[in-house]
């Protein structure tokens, strides 16, 4: 199985790397940032059940990927999620949804089941 570098595991803060200080951009294995967003902000981007918006988009999980910190979300290999792209994620990430379980994912690592 191929999995990211990292291994923290699901939701569980990520050490090193920031001497302590929170800088509001969660830190990569690539060496790329990802923006942290408030959970206002993913409330707004992700419909509720009762809105006539597209429910989102269903993928297969193509990796295993263990999340690096509390706004990512782990996935494993051949589970199916819902994903939504936000405005203002860099466009190789999304927010992915399993169950209540929310969190950002690599593009990467997902199959559209379109």
């Given at each position: 199985m191929?999995?990211?570098?990292?291994?923290?595991?699901?939701?569980?803060?990520?050490s090193g790397g920031g001497g302590g200080g929170s800088t509001g951009v969660a830190r990569?294995?690539?060496?790329?940032?990802?923006?942290?967003?408030?959970?206002?902000?993913?409330?707004?981007?992700?419909?509720?059940?009762?809105?006539?918006?597209?429910?989102?988009?269903?993928?297969?999980?193509?990796?295993?990927?263990d999340a690096a910190d509390m706004k990512e979300l782990s996935l494993i290999a051949d589970e199916v999620v819902t994903f939504y792209n936000i405005p203002g994620l860099p466009s190789d990430w999304v927010l992915a949804v399993r169950g209540t379980q929310k969190g950002n994912v690599p593009l990467s690592y997902l199959q559209p089941l379109d």
């Open positions: 191929v999995s990211a570098s990292h291994t923290s595991s699901n939701n569980a803060p990520s990569v294995a690539s060496g790329g940032s990802v923006p942290l967003y408030p959970p206002s902000a993913i409330a707004d981007a992700v419909p509720n059940s009762t809105s006539n918006e597209s429910p989102g988009r269903q993928a297969k999980v193509l990796y295993d990927y």
